[in-house]
T-cell receptor, first 114, second 109 residues
Framework: ETGVTQTPRHLVMGMTNKKSLKCEQH?????MYWYKQSAKKPLELMFV???????ENNSVPSRFSPECPNSSHLFLHLHTLQPEDSALYLC?????????????FGPGTRLTVT | GQNIDQPTEMTATEGAIVQINCTYQ??????LFWYQQHAGEAPTFLSY??LDGLEEKGRFSSFLSRSKGYSYLLLKELQMKDSASYLC??????????WGAGTKLIIKP
């Protein structure tokens, strides 16, 4: 595996379910991100982890809970979601403190909340 | 507040040239990025500008004017595979990326 991988690619869940999204990066980067992408809206940064420490939480509802067990893996735990949470959830990684440090994205998880 | 503006949609002809504009108002500036995103796929990095001027990379070029809060992405010799959304993002004073909503580019034969 190369780059950034995400599983599952598609997820349908009811409002009372609990599920988790998984992200893995194979690039040796030290920062990982969760984004929400809704149609025709800018990417919304949800969480940032630098060296496994959460450094950003952009007022995300508590029904979204991130976990970063090591610098290569990132999880997003979901519970009691709302229909408006249906979106594409993208994971990204970057090498912070480099010259450019562009973000590399995974293919995303298409989440539908019914 | 922080804001990135870019056109919602543009149409161009195969073989032609198209310019996608991006204007920004952010708290601080630490670089501007352009990404390409094909439908159903991940965004991929295209270019980075931190100093004023033009950066050329093959058929794609990106321009930055920090005093005007303005950038553009120039695509030459358009190909059908260039049909995608193009995302402009600015890194602010906290080194966080602020994203535009993207410009959907439609290429017609």
């Amino acid at each position: 595996e190369t780059g950034v991988t995400q599983t599952p690619r598609h997820l349908v869940m009811g409002m009372t379910n609990k599920k988790s999204l998984k992200c893995e990066q194979h690039l040796g980067h030290n920062a990982m991100y969760w984004y929400k992408q809704s149609a025709k809206k800018p990417l919304e940064l949800m969480f940032v982890y630098n060296f496994k420490e959460q450094t950003e939480n952009n007022s995300v509802p508590s029904r979204f809970s991130p976990e970063c067990p090591n610098s290569s893996h990132l999880f997003l735990h979901l519970h009691t979601l709302q229909p408006e949470d249906s979106a594409l959830y993208l994971c990204a990684s970057s090498q912070e403190y480099g010259e450019v440090y562009e973000q590399y994205f995974g293919p995303g998880t298409r989440l539908t909340v019914t | 507040g922080q804001n990135i503006d870019q056109p919602t949609e543009m149409t161009a002809t195969e073989g032609a040239i198209v310019q996608i504009n991006c204007t920004y108002q952010t708290s601080g500036f630490n670089g501007l990025f352009w990404y390409q995103q094909h439908a159903g796929e991940a965004p991929t990095f295209l270019s980075y500008n931190v100093l004023d001027g033009l950066e050329e990379k093959g058929r794609f070029s990106s321009f930055l004017s920090r005093s005007k809060g303005y950038s553009y992405l120039l695509l030459k010799e358009l190909q059908m595979k260039d049909s995608a959304s193009y995302l402009c993002a600015v890194r602010d004073s906290n080194y966080q990326l602020i994203w535009g909503a993207g410009t959907k580019l439609i290429i017609k034969p």
